[in-house]
């Protein structure tokens, strides 16, 4: 099976930067793909951002433009730059990974991902 661990969050002012890392390890009959998440508190799991089976990466709206979602294959890291940080983005940060065979889908939805980290905390005031 798969292990995410995630890194690199912390506390920013409002229009910091920070980086997350997700290192990934193990293995997946067939391959997978992955994806970032956030959970702030009394709010559910949102999809951030993810790569598609063709490479191509996706964001939520209140995203676009401010993250860029990549991934060095070599590193087996995925990593999530966040620039222009404002404090709604506030959140739990979650890499996690879904099946190859729902890669293809471009909404990035919790149930979809059957393998996740345990989170990193981004605090922007």
């Not at 390890?25 to 790569?51: D, H, L, M, N």
Request: aromatic residues 12%.
């Amino acid at each position: 099976h798969v292990q995410l661990v995630e890194s690199g969050g912390g506390s920013v002012q409002a229009g910091g930067s920070l980086r997350l890392s997700c290192a990934v390890s193990g293995y997946i009959y067939g391959g997978y793909c992955t994806g970032w998440f956030r959970q702030a508190p009394g709010k559910e799991r949102e999809g951030v951002a993810a790569i598609v089976s063709d490479g191509t990466p996706i964001y939520t709206d209140s995203v676009k433009g401010r993250f860029t979602i990549s991934k060095d294959n070599a590193k087996n890291t995925l990593y999530l730059q966040m620039n222009s940080l404002k404090p709604e983005d506030t959140a739990m940060y979650y890499c996690a990974a879904r099946l190859w065979r729902d890669c293809w889908k471009t909404a990035i939805i919790p149930s979809d991902f059957g393998y996740w980290g345990q989170g990193t905390q981004v605090t922007v005031s």
